[in-house]
């Protein structure tokens, strides 16, 4: 059975950092590409970094260059390093496959708040 669980998500000044974790249950990470999205108030959920077994990764535009994603395979881990957030940054922020739809489980998600 998929478990995700989100964490390390708050409240930071613009131009800080966060680093966020998924702990995933662990067939589910070890079969998976794994990937971060994020959904902002009233907005679509958006894909923001996924990484693939072979520990090849990507981002969006909107986070290249100040995001970093990662995994600890003998965790069952991701994580997601944050910098020079912007306010723009500001979502409730999920793990999950990459390619996860909106029917699939999802798990609680982190709440990701930047202030100016």
């Known amino acids: 059975q998929v478990h995700l669980v989100e964490s390390g998500g708050g409240l930071v000044q613009a131009g800080g950092s966060l680093r966020l974790s998924c702990a995933a249950s662990r067939n589910f990470f070890r079969f998976n590409n794994m990937a971060w999205y994020r959904q902002a108030p009233g907005k679509q959920r958006d894909l923001v970094a996924w990484i693939t077994s072979g520990d090849m990764t990507n981002y969006a535009d909107s986070v290249k260059g100040r995001f970093i994603i990662s995994r600890d395979v003998a965790k069952n881990t991701l994580y997601l390093q944050m910098n020079s957030l912007k306010t723009e940054d500001t979502a409730v922020y999920y793990c999950?496959?990459?390619?996860?739809?909106?029917?699939?489980?999802w798990g609680q998600g982190t709440q990701v708040t930047v202030s100016s």
């Open positions: 999950n496959r990459l390619g996860a739809t909106m029917k699939e489980y």
